[in-house]
T-cell receptor, first 112, second 112 residues
Framework: GIQVEQSPPDLILQEGANSTLRCNFS?????LQWFHQNPWGQLINLFY???GTKQNGRLSATTVATERYSLLYISSSQTTDSGVYFC??????????????FGTGTRLTIIP | SAVISQKPSRDICQRGTSLTIQCQVD?????MFWYRQQPGQSLTLIAT?????????ESGFVIDKFPISRPNLTFSTLTVSNMSPEDSSIYLC?????????FGPGTRLTVT
């Protein structure tokens, strides 16, 4: 199955700073999503982005499918951005049995 | 998007007992997914539940330990059987809706 790697594993930033999180995947993808898991454990959808660029407020994401990576940008960080960010990818299969595979996550801590 | 609820939100159970987790979705969906998140780890898919057929389990997970029911298109249950402290995790229900995957709030299980 597809392999998904995220970097950095941990990131500590001052409030107001910008950050870039990276997700590398090992194969072509049907589906790539970014999630934020808040301190209470809830997983929140950020982006569905198998290719291209999307923006939502202070967050944006870019997936370069041909080079097998995706980036999540967070600008003007706020303490509420703290938590774990997961990238998840679903590879392309001739058998239709691919599943969403999660990366190991990036733990972001924003200091006031 | 899909709105997913889970019950219970958390529980503390004794080893050797079983717990059934309920997942309710506000829309009819073909597939429902059950994930486990061990402390400090990423998400691992346990099984995929289709209405009207047996659940499909991922490598390392078996029906005797994690029986699943899927009686209709909006509801599923996961039972964690004969629990041990290693089963202490967050268990999450998920659905795919228009190519995007959405997650319930999770059930935080502690086994003593």
């Amino acid at each position: 199955g597809i392999q998904v790697e995220q970097s950095p594993p941990d990131l500590i930033l001052q409030e107001g700073a910008n950050s870039t999180l990276r997700c590398n995947f090992s194969d072509s993808v049907n589906n790539l999503q970014w999630f934020h898991q808040n301190p209470w454990g809830q997983l929140i959808n950020l982006f569905y982005i198998p290719s291209g660029t999307k923006q939502n407020g202070r967050l944006s994401a870019t997936t370069v499918a041909t080079e097998r990576y995706s980036l999540l940008y967070i600008s003007s960080s706020q303490t509420t951005d703290s938590g774990v960010y997961f990238c998840a990818a679903e590879g392309i299969s001739n058998f239709g049995n691919e599943k969403l595979t999660f990366g190991t996550g990036t733990r972001l801590t924003i200091i006031p | 998007s899909a709105v997913i609820s889970q019950k219970p939100s958390r529980d503390i159970c004794q080893r050797g007992t079983s717990l059934t987790i309920q997942c309710q979705v506000d829309s009819q969906v073909t597939m429902m997914f059950w994930y486990r998140q061990q402390p400090g780890q990423s998400l691992t898919l346990i099984a995929t539940a289709n209405q009207g057929s047996e659940a499909t389990y991922e490598s390392g997970f078996v029906i005797d330990k994690f029986p699943i029911s899927r009686p209709n298109l909006t509801f599923s249950t996961l039972t964690v059987s004969n629990m041990s402290p290693e089963d202490s995790s967050i268990y999450l229900c998920s659905v795919e809706f228009f190519s995007e995957q959405y997650f319930g709030p999770g059930t935080r299980l502690t086994v003593t």
